[in-house]
C-alpha cells in the first residue's frame, strides 16, 4: 500500500501534513478494509476475507489435529502454503494455522468474488493432456516393473512411451515402447481402453546360467485395460498385452503381460 | 476462550437470520442462495443492454507443497553378508493427507559370509558384486498423524507412517526383483523440512549358495526431507 494511494482517499488530505500520518492512514484503510470486508493483497500472500461464521484454524494439516483457534467473519487471513487439501492461513494477528479446502472456499478475494483453488476432478480425468504411471505385474512368466508417460491428442487418443525392467528366474531385461491408446468412453469414470504398439526388448541371461546371450529383439503388441479415476490427480490402471517378439530365429516368440498400477495426469 | 464462545453465540444467531433471507448480508457476503432478480425491463429508448462480466481469478498463485525429498543415511544387513552402511536418496508425493507414493534409490555393501571366513578359500564375489544398489516404488500411509511437544511451549507435528512397495536389486551381479514394507516416523521440524526414522525389510529370491531361498535384509535410516 503505497503512500500515493492513500492520498486518494477523499476523507483523509489534512492527515497527510502531519508527521506519522502514513500510521494512521493505513489504519483507517484496514479498518475500512475489515469494515467491508474486502481487503488489498499486502505483501507477497494472497488475501482472503472470511465469509463464513468463523474460519477454524488446526495445528496441522489433517482432519485430527485440533482446532486451536477461529478467525471472525470478515476478518482477513494470508494464504501462506497449500498441502494437499489444507491450507495455511496467518490471521490479523499473526496467528498462522491450518484450513481445510472445504472452508477456504467459502472466503472472498478482493473483489469481494468467491475464490476457486485448483482441484482435479474427473472432467480433468477426461480432458489431462499429461499422463505418468506406474505399472507391475507378470510378463511371460517374469515380473515386470513399468513407468509410462503420455500425452493426449483429444480425450480418445492417445501416445505413449513406455520404459519396463523384466526380473526372472532365467533372465532379466529391458524394454522400451511407444503405444497409441483408444478410449472409447473417455468421460465414464471407469473407463476401458485399446491399444497397439511397438519397440524393442533386450535379454541377458542371469549370470548364473552359463550358456546364452544378450539379445536384443523387436517387439509389436496389442492390448486392452481400464483407467479408473479414483481421486485428485490419481488414477488406477490395469492393463493386459500380448507381445509378439521377432526374434532372429526360425519361429516368434509370443509373450503375454499383466499389468497392474496407479497414474497421475497433470 | 470464553470470549470466542461469546461470540459463537452472537456469530450463529446472526447466521441464522442470515439464511432466512436477510438479503443485506447475502449481498455483503455472497453466499446463501443466490437469487437472482427478474431481469429488468429495458426502458424505451435504451438501446445498449448492458452486459458487466465479473472476473474470476481461478488459479490463485498459492505455495503448493505437496512434494518431498531428501536423503537417508543408516544401516543394513543383507542375509549371510552382514550389516554395512546404507545410504539413498527418497522423493515422495503426497496425494491426500493420508496417502503418499514413493521412490528411493539405496546402496550399501555386502561383507563375507560366515563361511568365506571360516573356510579362507576363494572368495564368492568380486568387490563389485558385493555392492547392493536397489531401487523402490512405494505407496504410504500415515497411519498417525500426531504433534510431539518438546518441553512446554513447543510441539511439533509427526507421523507414524507405513509403507510397501516393490522394486529391484542389484547384487551378486544380476537385477533381482524385491518387494520391501517397513514403518517410520516422520518429525516436522517446520512446515517445510522433515526427520525421518525409518525401518524396512526388504525380500529377494537369491540362488546364491545353492539353493533358492527368499531372504529378508533389515534396514534402519534415519534422512532429512525438504517439502517443495
New interface residues.
Partial sequence: MSERNTTTIPSTPRLTRFPGSAAAILLLLLSQAAST?VAQAAGEY?TVAV?D??LELH???????PIFH?I??GETVE??????????VRGPKGTEGWVDRAQME?T??P????????QANQQDFTDAKWEFG?L?GDFGGA?I?SLYGGYSLNPNVSIEVWGS?I?GNFS?GWMGSVNVVHETWPEWRFSPFFTLGAGVIHTEP???IVQGEDRTDQIAHAGAGFRFYA????ILRAEYKSYVVFTSRDDNEEVEEWKVG?A?FF | MES?FR??FL??P??AFGLSGCAATKN????GDSETPPPAEIPEGQIIEMEVQ?????????????FEIGAFVGVMSIEDFGSNVVYGVRLA??????FF?EGSVGQTEGGLTSFEILSGGAPLLSDSERQLTYYN?N?GY?IL???GFVGEGR?Y?TALYVSAG???TRF??????SVNFGAGYRFLLS?SIALHVDFRDHLFDI??LGEEKTVHNLEGSFGITV?F
Avoid: C
Fill in positions: 470486508a494472497r465469509a461464521p468463523y495445528t496441522g494439516p489433517g482432519v485430527g489435529f477461529v471472525d467473519r494464504i501462506i502454503m497449500r498441502r494437499t487439501d489444507w491450507f495455511k467459502r472472498l478475494q473483489t469481494g468474488s468467491q475464490i476457486e483453488f485448483a506406474l507391475a515380473n516393473i525392467q526380473l532379466n542371469k549370470s548364473t481421486t485428485r490427480r490419481f496407479f497421475f | 470466542w461470540l459463537l456469530v450463529l446472526a447466521l455483503l457476503f455472497g453466499w465479473r472476473r474470476e481469478i481461478k488459479e490463485p498463485d498459492i505455495d503448493s507443497e505437496d508425493y503426497h496425494v491426500t493427507e493420508g507414493v516404488l505407496v500415515n498423524p500426531g504433534e510441539a507435528n516393490l522394486g529391484s551378486a551381479g544380476d537385477d533381482r526383483f512446515d540362488d546364491l517439502f
